[in-house]
């Protein structure tokens, strides 16, 4: 058998019955339903079709979990921007492992933050979307994970 080959594919590509069989293995990870055929029969899904693909399809931020995740960030020169940042990390769940920051120049500083996902509270779309909301952060993504 040869290995598995993985693709990332925005979801408004995916034909529907991919997203039915995520709905259904929320469901059923949530505790909404506790049977496939109850959680399937809400959906409009076929049992079939559900244990078809269900090994097939997971969630970004499920292929992530429990990882190591290095975050880049450019933030404005602000007293105590860095400390909010490392306090919105420890609230979601993530545990740091490093931190690098460059020296500010013109007003604003590279910072690179690596961590643990294993605990995260959270997706990590929703930690990027709240980093980048933050005040004085320019630019936020994932740089490797």
């Known amino acids: 058998m040869s290995e598995p080959k993985y693709y990332l594919i925005e979801q408004s590509a995916l034909p529907e019955v991919f997203m039915k069989v995520v709905e259904v293995k929320r469901m059923l990870a949530t505790g909404e339903e506790s049977k496939v055929s109850a959680a399937s029969r809400r959906v409009g899904l076929s ?22 995740v290095t975050f880049q960030m450019t933030l404005h020169d602000t007293v105590g921007l860095l400390g ?3 306090n919105m990390f420890s609230a979601a769940g993530a545990n740091i492992l490093t931190i690098n920051q460059t020296i500010p120049v013109d007003g604003t500083a590279s910072v690179t933050i690596t961590a643990s996902t294993t605990q995260l509270a959270c997706t990590l779309e929703e930690l990027l979307r709240r980093i980048t909301e933050l005040e004085g952060v320019y630019k936020a993504e994932v740089l490797a994970g």
């Open 84 to 86: 909010r940042l490392l």
């Open 47 to 68: 049992r079939s079709a559900f244990y078809k693909y269900k090994d097939s399809i997971l969630p970004f931020q499920n292929l992530m979990a429990g990882r190591i």
